[in-house]
């Protein structure tokens, strides 16, 4: 009897000081004044909006792309759609070559994105770890020239790319999206090569390891987020672009998705909504899929342990 007491009696106290310990905080715990408590509630509700914000255009592109055509036409149009439909991908497909425009996309996006990637990779490793005047005034010319409206290039550039045959031609317009995007690129993996410490690479001259070997077997493994980022980047700007391709290409089997949506825009500007948003929603997946997959490497740290104290 006395046993069985004595552990009641322990249950009890040891379920008293749990119970405490869950509504007494710890001594060294922050405690959040209302103030700091209402920043954090309005900088929460701010990124909400902001959310919300970014995926309104979505949301309503998906629900317009299911409609049928009489609620494409009501002056009070709903949130969903009311008897969902997939006539607009049908008759999008009917009407345009859509799967030659996206691999035509592909095409150019995928190979000017290997290219700035493979060229500004080094470029960005000297300019990020010899640093003086020359390295200086490229980085800043990188910067303005990202200023530049196409306008002002259009012409010199046409005329450029007739002199090398290279008009309503793939490959010219995949050496336009290198030039374009290679001194973004190259900005964006300096400041990813600047990150990385300079003790891994030491370590690797150390163990006797060249420039070129450190660069290729220690330094691009520990860039990797920074070039995935880079090529994604890259990619959806090339593949997102209309004013080059709509000069540059002229031949309707060559030319690209960006281009082809012109084509549900009638000749009096007015728009076969349902196929237009059909076909748009279909241009924004493979950039969704691409952001999907490797939106790991992006966040992922990979200089964990790298360096040994």
Same mark, same amino acid.
């Given at each position: ?55 309104f255009p979505l949301l309503w592109l998906i629900s317009t792309a299911f409609k049928p ?33 996206? /691999? ?5 996006? /995928? ?98 390891? /060249? ?46 998705m960006p281009v082809v949506l012109t084509h549900f825009i009638g000749t009096e500007g ?34 964990? /342990?790298?360096?040994?104290?």
């Amino acid at each position: 009897m006395k046993t069985t007491a004595a552990r009641a009696t322990w249950r009890s106290r040891a379920a008293a000081r749990a119970t405490s310990r869950h509504r007494c905080p710890r001594p060294g715990a922050p405690r959040l004044g209302p103030r700091r408590r209402a920043a954090r509630t309005g900088q929460y509700l701010a990124l909400l909006c902001y959310l919300v914000f970014l995926a309104f255009p979505l949301l309503w592109l998906i629900s317009t792309a299911f409609k049928p055509p009489a609620e494409l036409a009501t002056l009070h149009p709903t949130w969903l759609p009311e008897r969902p439909t997939l006539n607009n991908f049908r008759q999008a497909f009917d009407e345009q070559p859509l799967l030659r425009a996206a /691999g035509n996309s592909l095409i150019t996006a /995928g190979c000017a994105t290997a290219i700035a990637v493979v060229l500004a990779t080094p470029m960005a490793y000297v300019m990020a770890r010899h640093r003086s005047l020359l390295s200086r005034a490229a980085t800043g010319w990188v910067v303005v020239s990202q200023a530049f409206p196409f306008v002002l290039v259009i012409i010199p550039l046409f005329l450029i790319l007739k002199n090398l045959q290279l008009i309503n031609e793939l490959a010219g317009l995949v050496l336009v999206y290198v030039v374009w995007s290679l001194p973004f690129a190259l900005w964006m993996l300096t400041g990813y090569v600047r990150a990385v410490p300079r003790e891994v690479e030491e370590a690797a001259a150390v163990d006797g390891a /060249g420039k070129l070997r450190t660069l290729v077997s220690v330094t691009a493994p520990l860039l990797a987020p920074g070039i995935v980022a880079t090529a994604l980047f890259t990619f959806i700007t090339a593949w997102n672009e209309f004013f080059f391709a709509l000069v540059l290409l002229k031949s309707p089997e060559k030319q690209t998705m960006p281009v082809v949506l012109t084509h549900f825009i009638g000749t009096e500007g007015v728009a076969d909504l349902g196929p237009l948003a059909a076909a748009a929603l279909l241009a924004t997946v493979p950039s969704l899929v691409l952001f999907a997959v490797i939106q790991r490497r992006i966040t992922g740290g990979m200089l964990t /342990g790298a360096v040994k104290h």
